[in-house]
């Protein structure tokens, strides 16, 4: 494995655990900031509105100016906006977030793609992409338990720290990428 396919994957494996940590907590937070039912779907539909369109552009804007840059930018901002809900009080701050939260996707989700596929030294497409998405999700899985022990012991607040710190730390192992370049 190249190393950096194997930065690629510990990041990657490293963020998809900090987004698991809330996983369907989502709904319990909405409710906990005075959010009702419509407040916390309208909150989802912005995030994957705001994702899906930027996603389109930004994957033709990685493929002029540098997936590896996009990256780190989208990684970033992931930790910015995670740090963000510990300051969430209303619904509209919410939708903030999470208009946020769907720009650093867009610009993390297709570079990764792109640079992943680029990067990967697997004979087979099934083997290499079987292995990123498994990795993803038993991360993602852990997380979700991880994340319900974390908020039943503490707080959200607690929570998004954690989590905050995690995408940090995974947005510092994805600037190597930039420097292997």
């Given at each position: 494995m190249r190393t950096e396919e194997r930065i690629l994957l510990v990041s990657s494996n490293i963020w998809m655990f900090s987004?698991?940590?809330?996983?369907?907590?989502?709904?319990?937070?909405?409710?906990?900031?005075?959010?009702?039912?419509?407040?916390?779907?309208?909150?989802?539909?912005?995030?994957?509105?705001?994702?899906?369109i930027l996603?389109?552009?930004?994957?033709?804007?990685?493929?002029?100016?540098?997936?590896?840059?996009?990256?780190?930018?989208?990684?970033?901002?992931?930790?910015?906006?995670t740090f963000a809900y510990m300051f969430i009080d209303t619904a509209i701050g919410l939708f903030v977030v999470q208009a946020g939260l769907g720009v650093s996707l867009a610009l993390a989700n297709p570079t990764w793609l792109a640079l992943y596929d680029k990067?990967?030294?697997?004979?087979?497409?099934?083997?290499?992409?079987?292995?990123?998405?498994?990795?993803?999700?038993?991360?993602?899985?852990?997380?979700?338990?991880?994340?319900?022990?974390?908020?039943?012991?503490?707080s959200f607040k607690i929570l998004f720290l954690v989590m905050g710190i995690l995408q940090t730390f995974a947005t510092i192992i994805q600037l190597k990428i930039l420097y292997k370049k």
């Amino acid at each position: 494995m190249r190393t950096e396919e194997r930065i690629l994957l510990v990041s990657s494996n490293i963020w998809m655990f900090s987004d698991g940590l809330l996983g369907p907590l989502f709904a319990v937070y909405a409710a906990q900031i005075g959010g009702d039912i419509l407040d916390i779907t309208m909150s989802w539909a912005i995030f994957l509105i705001v994702t899906g369109i930027l996603t389109i552009y930004i994957g033709k804007l990685g493929d002029k100016v540098g997936h590896e840059k996009l990256l780190v930018l989208g990684y970033a901002l992931n930790a910015v906006f995670t740090f963000a809900y510990m300051f969430i009080d209303t619904a509209i701050g919410l939708f903030v977030v999470q208009a946020g939260l769907g720009v650093s996707l867009a610009l993390a989700n297709p570079t990764w793609l792109a640079l992943y596929d680029k990067y990967s030294q697997a004979k087979k497409d099934g083997d290499l992409w079987g292995n990123a998405e498994g990795q993803g999700n038993i991360s993602m899985g852990i997380a979700t338990m991880v994340g319900g022990f974390i908020v039943s012991a503490t707080s959200f607040k607690i929570l998004f720290l954690v989590m905050g710190i995690l995408q940090t730390f995974a947005t510092i192992i994805q600037l190597k990428i930039l420097y292997k370049k």
